[in-house]
Structures are given as structure tokens and as C-alpha cells.
T-cell receptor, first 113, second 114 residues
Framework: DTGVSQDPRHKITKRGQNVTFRCDPI?????LYWYRQTLGQGPEFLTY????????KSRLLSDRFSAERPKGSFSTLEIQRTEQGDSAMYLC???????????FGNGTRLTVT | GNSVTQMEGPVTLSEEAFLTINCTYT??????LFWYVQYPGEGLQLLLK?????DKGSNKGFEATYRKETTSFHLEKGSVQVSDSAVYFC?????????????FGKGTLLTVNP
């Protein structure tokens, strides 16, 4: 069990650029979650996958955001035309089933200049 | 909707002091309650949980009791250590429909001095 891995750890980008983050969940976990955490706030739910199916997408995710989980393994979160308000820590988590604890990665910190 | 309110930090204590971090919640149905801890530079880790009223979660000397009558889940530890310095998040997960979604409080930064 190597834990949930996120890449990159840090990303600095200019406003208007596209960015993509990757999450590798714990191998036997079929549920994967993305959360966003801004300074001084707790994590906020963004989206949820069961295997490759995206079952919910929060209203926090505008149409500039898209997440995928091809083949039910790793996941990517893409932000198009980034804005300064997108600056945050993006957290990925996975779990074995709906009642299992969530295991979080260390996050990707995005800074939009 | 669901919400979690935690006492604001930062909280600064001396080693071996008693710790309480207050947490209250608003939820429909019968939520499960959690405390997560985030050590510097690391991801969130589950510290303890309780799934029904009057349950007590405990781990690493920390305890929290699910109080339905006061909608609270306060975190306590009798004697804190320097290694307990971290950010602590209270969270809930609702039963029913969207029961995969965690709602977090804002977090409380704890610093323990030797």
C-alpha cells in the first residue's frame, strides 16, 4: 500500500493557461474523490467516481473543470483557462467502498498568477 | 444543507495540557462524524469516527463522543504532545443519497510547545 499519489505537488501557471493534475489511488480502491481546499477553509467536495463512472459533480466545478478516470484506475483533473480564483490545494482521495475511510493524497497546490 | 462549525484557532498549548476542540454540526438524517488530522506537509488522515448517537471514537489518546442532543462531536485529549501539532478537521458524512460526500469544518490549528 503506497498510499494515494498526486502529481505534481506544486503548479504555478499564468492566468488563461490550462493545467492538468493526476491522482493515483490505492490500487484496490474503486472509489475516487476530488476536493478543493482554499486557505483557511476545510476541503470542499468537487467530484466522485465509482470505478470509471463520474457519479457526481459539484456546482463548484464550472464548465472549465473536467475530471476523468479512464479504466477506473488513475484520475485526471483539468482546468481550462485558469483564473486567479482557481488558486487552491486540490486533494484526491480514494476508498475501498462507500463505508470505508477516505485516504487522502498530499495534494497539488495550484497558484495562478 | 449540511454544515460543520469548529472552534477557531489557532490553539496553543503546553505539552501535557488538556485539549478540547469544539465541533457542532447541522445535517439532515443521521450522519456519521469524523475527525481528520493534517500534519505539516502531509495529506489528511482519519483520526477517529463515530457512526451513531452516543458512539465514542478514539485513537492515539484522542476521543470524541457523538452527541445527537447537542449536535456536537468535540475532540478531546488528556495530555497533548509536541507531535500532536497539526490542523484538525471535523467532518460529517450523511446517510442516504450522497453518502459518499464529506462536509468539513474550517479546521483548527493546534500548536503544542515543549
Amino acid at each position: 500500500d503506497t498510499g494515494v499519489s498526486q502529481d505534481p505537488r506544486h503548479k504555478i501557471t499564468k492566468r488563461g493557461q490550462n493545467v492538468t493534475f493526476r491522482c493515483d489511488p490505492i490500487s484496490e480502491h474503486n472509489r475516487l474523490y476530488w476536493y478543493r481546499q482554499t486557505l483557511g477553509q476545510g476541503p470542499e467536495f468537487l467530484t466522485y467516481f465509482q470505478n470509471e463512472a463520474q457519479l457526481e459533480k459539484s456546482r463548484l466545478l464550472s464548465d472549465r473543470f473536467s475530471a476523468e478516470r479512464p479504466k477506473g484506475s488513475f484520475s485526471t483533473l483539468e482546468i481550462q483557462r485558469t483564473e486567479q480564483g482557481d488558486s487552491a490545494m486540490y486533494l484526491c482521495a480514494s476508498s475501498y467502498n462507500i463505508d470505508s475511510p477516505l485516504h487522502f493524497g498530499n495534494g497539488t497546490r495550484l497558484t495562478v498568477t | 444543507g449540511n454544515s460543520v462549525t469548529q472552534m477557531e484557532g489557532p490553539v496553543t498549548l503546553s505539552e501535557e495540557a488538556f485539549l478540547t476542540i469544539n465541533c457542532t454540526y447541522t445535517a439532515t438524517g443521521y450522519p456519521s462524524l469524523f475527525w481528520y488530522v493534517q500534519y505539516p506537509g502531509e495529506g489528511l488522515q482519519l483520526l477517529l469516527k463515530a457512526t451513531k448517537a452516543d458512539d465514542k471514537g478514539s485513537n492515539k489518546g484522542f476521543e470524541a463522543t457523538y452527541r445527537k442532543e447537542t449536535t456536537s462531536f468535540h475532540l478531546e485529549k488528556g495530555s497533548v504532545q509536541v507531535s500532536d501539532s497539526a490542523v484538525y478537521f471535523c467532518a460529517l458524512r450523511n446517510s442516504g443519497g450522497s453518502n459518499y460526500k464529506l462536509t468539513f469544518g474550517k479546521g483548527t490549528l493546534l500548536t503544542v510547545n515543549p
